[in-house]
């Protein structure tokens, strides 16, 4: 089993829409995968088709109990004829439980790494809360690598920068995560977009991976709770799921 967070401290990113997609691409392939949906937004559960479960994530949080997140665990709502993975729903009340866990005098960091004790899946996506606060950190603490999504922006590079510094101060408590490579997401067509796609290019030579275009059809399916792969012929649905399997296909490379 491989653990990987998905992480970026800034929102709008497409983080989530990355995680959904590996999440495809690897069930596609014959994987298990289990997404853990650790962002207070809950779009990863949304996205599968999942809203307001109970038990959630939440009271995966609420104490370090050993294998607590698999009582939670629940099948995603997308077509079971298609590419189905599992689920650790998400919660709105995590938003109140991160300043609860911070109050914990022994530290709450690695209360995550512990609820997932026994969890047997091929591939566990963990999809972190745009932020740097205790719930990114504990899904950095649960992890044994780490993805960065960014976007052909201004200023993309130093963020990705800031969020490889947190990932390599939480390696250094426990020697993993490790960055298994930096995602660019949303790639138009436009000059903009080619200008800062080169800079990060250039920037991240051997961690970037293959990019993820910008295409109606993924908000599409986002929007659908739905896998890409349903939409069929749909202009922009096949283009899509071909660079997700690409980048599934690079991540297991680099993964081992």
Not at 65 to 84: E, H, I, M, Q, R
Not at 102 to 129: S, T, Y
Not at 196 to 214: G, H, K, S
Request: a negative charge.
């Amino acid at each position: 089993m491989v653990t990987l967070a998905v992480v970026n401290q800034k929102g709008g990113v497409g983080k989530t829409t990355v995680a959904l997609g590996i999440a495809e691409a690897a069930c596609a392939a014959g994987h298990s995968v289990l997404v853990v949906d650790l962002d207070p937004q809950s779009n990863a559960s949304a996205g599968l088709g999942v809203w307001n479960a109970f038990p959630n994530i939440d009271g995966v949080l609420a104490d370090a109990t050993p294998g607590a997140a698999l009582a939670t665990v629940v099948s995603s709502g997308w077509p079971p004829d298609g590419p189905c993975p599992h689920l650790v729903p998400g919660s709105y009340a995590l938003a109140s439980r991160e300043p609860q866990m911070a109050a914990d005098l022994v530290g709450a960091q690695d209360r995550l790494r512990i609820a997932l004790a026994g969890v047997n899946h091929d591939l566990v996506l963990i999809d972190c809360p745009p932020s740097l606060g205790l719930l990114c950190i504990n899904g950095l603490f649960a992890a044994d690598r780490a993805l960065v999504v960014t976007e052909p922006a201004a200023w993309a590079a130093d963020g990705v920068d800031l969020m490889r510094s947190t990932i390599n101060r939480v390696a250094q408590r426990q020697g993993t995560p490790t960055v298994a490579g930096v995602v660019l997401n949303r790639v138009g067509r436009t000059r903009d977009n080619a200008y800062w796609a080169q800079q990060l290019a250039e920037r991240f030579v051997t961690e970037l991976m293959p990019p993820i275009p910008q295409r109606a059809a993924i908000a599409e399916a986002s929007g659908q709770s739905q896998p890409l792969r349903a939409l069929g012929r749909r202009p922009g649905a096949p283009e899509a799921v071909q660079a997700f399997d690409e980048l599934w296909a690079d991540l297991q490379r680099r993964l081992g």
